[in-house]
């Protein structure tokens, strides 16, 4: 937990100094233009908002992984993100300002039917989950295409940016509405650490020593809902960063949510943050979309986990 403070305290401190334009740190606090400028309204709302981003997606991977008992499972692989892609879409075409609550529905109706598919009598069959997310993600693309086709131009560009993946900088009062439900629902999340253990086993090992199973599911399936409907509103559809962080940090600390938990939060946080940065750089002045990092990033992992998976099946 001291390493993955440490590492997102130097990304928090380091990734708004980094960019296409040098910014001087004294200058900046001096009120110094452009310094000031470039500092406090371009880099530095937008480090924080991947940070916030990063850390709602990681907590939902580890909390959607252990539901499912499925390394594979997260947000992006099961379709709820490409939902939320679905809620947000409508609220541009039909031009809503507030796009939030339509991204939390539609992730919603997404994991409701990817788990109404998925579940056999009281069992849940994990290659089933996996099709039926791949399934929605086509469905939802489908609808999101179709929406993008009849659209006018300046909405038609606003949704062709947004799909992307997009961190932007946004205000502070933004970040502040954001900060707020992501903080207080992953410490809510964290606070049931020792009953997540029990439900990682099994909804009966977890009946059996006093834990109510469904009610934790029902918990855990709305909290993984809002998380990824409040980040996908603001930032687009970011995938992977909930597969790759929470499967890392098990192979290293073991599945204690105790500790799996606020690892995740703080280095998913520090992860995407650093990709924020790769973003910005890599072909400066211009950026890459945050969305395509995090997807040739998570691509080949994905690929790589799913063999040995397949592998260890085998075996």
Known sequence: MLLSAAALIAVALGAPLIGSAHVNFANAMKGVSPDHEIFFYARLPRVLLALLAGAALSVTGVLFQCMLRDPLAEPYTLGVSSGSSVGTVIAISLGWRLSVLPAILGAAAVLLIVLAMATEGRRLSSFTLLLTGVTMNSISFAIVLFLHSIASFSQSFEISRWLMGQLDAVEYSTLAWLAVPVIVICALVTLRAPEWNLLAVGEDWATSRGAHASRLTIFGYVSGSILIGLVTALAGPIGFVGLIVPHALRLKLGAD???????????????????????????????????????????????????????????
């Open 257 to 315: 949510h105790r500790t799996l938990l606020p690892c995740a939060f703080l280095t998913g946080a520090a992860f995407l943050g650093i990709c924020d940065v790769i973003s910005r750089v890599v072909i400066a002045p211009a950026e890459i979309p945050i969305g395509v990092v995090t997807a040739l990033c998570g691509g080949p992992f994905f690929l790589w986990l799913l063999r040995t998976r397949r592998r260890s099946l085998w075996l």
